[in-house]
């Protein structure tokens, strides 16, 4: 098995768990710590798969080759499979999701507040009394299940379409890896 095909393999799969989180996130209360890890997920696979590709190439000292386009596209039905469930993850996360709108008399905004679970009782921290100005001194408010779900939710699905979004991008590096693999090794 080629090493590209195993990176890609293995970003299907982190596509898959993306996917997964996304549908679960419109109906289960998840810990709103997943944020970070969602967000930045994909953009450390992209990384990582720039990075091993510049040293694959300087290691065995191959010369800079002109990408192919056919590369981008192989295995193409593994490509078109990619494609269809990123286009369906990223639809998905941008669907059903509350306003990231904060209004200045808000008493609750998505963008900017805080959650926690506890005892199976879910609260909402609004950082800001009601003149506006930073209050860590604030109340935590509980709030219901589904309240909970919706507003963790949207925070969660708009950091996975970011991941996603990176995803997208290491796929096609990893045509790199590919192109790399027919140029001739420099002297």
């Keep these: 098995m080629s090493t590209v095909l195993i990176v890609r393999v293995g970003l299907f799969l ?13 109906a289960q209360p998840l810990n709103s710590g997943l944020e970070a890890p969602l967000a ?21 000292g191959l010369r800079r080759s002109k990408l192919q386009v056919r590369h981008l596209l192989q295995p193409a039905t593994v490509t078109a499979l990619f494609g269809l469930l990123a286009a369906i993850a ?9 306003s990231i709108a904060c209004p200045s008399t808000a008493r609750s905004c998505v963008k900017i507040d805080q959650w926690r679970v506890s ?7 609004f950082p800001y009394n009601s003149a506006g100005d930073s209050d860590p001194n604030q109340p935590w408010v509980e709030i219901d299940r589904q309240t909970y779900v919706d507003e963790v939710g949207t925070r969660l699905r708009m950091a996975a379409a970011f991941g996603v979004g990176a995803l997208c991008f290491a796929w096609l590096i990893t045509a790199a890896l590919r192109s790399g693999a027919t140029v001739e090794r420099t002297a």
Excluded: C, E, K, P
Aim: aromatic residues 14%; glycine residues 12%.
């Design 90 to 98: 990223l639809v998905s996360s941008f669907s059903g999701n509350l």
């Design 119 to 125: 005892d199976g009782h879910y609260y909402r921290l």
């Design 40 to 60: 930045f997920g994909g953009w450390l696979a992209l990384v990582g798969i720039a990075v091993v590709t510049w040293l694959r190439q300087r290691r065995i």
């Design 14 to 26: 982190l596509l898959l768990a993306y996917l997964g989180l996304i549908a679960i996130s419109h």
